[in-house]
């Protein structure tokens, strides 16, 4: 069965600071990677999906297959970014049978 | 656009009761999926529908769960003689096409069941 695990419920940073939210997966199929954001009192958007290869409002994601991690990145974290975010995996290759993490709060400090 | 609909927001149910939740998807999109978060937990898929079918039910439970999209009105998500276990945030989502097209979801139904 797949899983997705996102070790940190919460992460604070300093605008500036660099940010990174942790994402593992298990599954024995080759998976496709997203990460969804949800800003406050909005509804949850995609931000950007392993494949695309794309960097999105300054994040990025590589897939690492060997540690079976999909970690999120931004070199120089804006208040803005002050969100919830969820990694999510599909299992179904279509874009739709998702299984997401549990979450990370991520609060960038003035 | 107003985007994707769910009502109600919040619903209480006591046991052995039926819930029914509803989303309106967003215009345009015939493609309607649906999501469960049980409590300390991530979403995961249900069900995805198009109107008057079930694409994928690969997600839905077993018994006491069903779902429709009907040509007119909204899609449902019906769940009969409910449970404690049941309560969770119900999440919908839509999309224009089927595979491999961004996901739109709403904000939820929360279901308690007391």
């Known amino acids: 069965a797949q899983r997705v695990t996102q070790p940190e419920k919460l992460l604070s940073v300093f605008k500036g600071a660099p940010v990174e939210l942790k994402c593992n997966y298990s599954?024995?199929?080759?998976?496709?990677l997203f990460w969804y954001v949800q800003y406050s009192r909005q509804r949850l958007q995609l931000l950007l999906r392993?494949?695309s290869r794309e960097s999105i409002k300054g994040f990025t994601a590589d897939l690492n297959k060997g540690e079976t991690s999909f970690h999120l990145k931004k070199p120089f974290a804006q208040e803005e970014d002050s969100a919830m975010y969820y990694c999510?995996?599909?299992?179904?290759?279509?874009?739709?049978?998702?299984?997401f993490g549990k979450g990370t709060l991520l609060t960038v400090n003035p | 656009n107003a985007g994707v609909m769910q009502n109600p927001r919040h619903l209480v149910r006591r046991r052995g009761q039926e819930a029914r939740l509803r989303c309106s998807p967003m215009?345009?999109?015939?493609?309607v999926y649906w999501y469960r978060q049980l409590p300390e937990e991530g979403l995961k898929f249900m069900v995805y529908?198009?109107?008057?079918?079930?694409?994928?039910e690969s997600g839905m439970p077993k018994e006491r769960f069903s779902a429709e999209f009907p040509k007119e009105g909204p899609s449902i998500l019906r769940i009969q003689q409910v449970v404690r276990g049941d309560s969770a945030a119900y999440f919908c989502?839509?999309?224009?096409?089927?595979?491999?097209?961004?996901?739109?979801f709403g904000n939820g139904t929360r279901l308690t069941v007391t």
């Open positions: 989502a839509s999309s224009p096409t089927g595979t491999n097209s961004p996901l739109h």
């Open positions: 599954y024995s199929g080759s998976p496709e």
């Open positions: 392993h494949i």
């Open positions: 999510a995996l599909d299992s179904g290759g279509s874009n739709y049978k998702l299984t």
């Open positions: 215009k345009g999109h015939s493609h």
């Open positions: 529908l198009q109107k008057e079918n079930i694409i994928d």
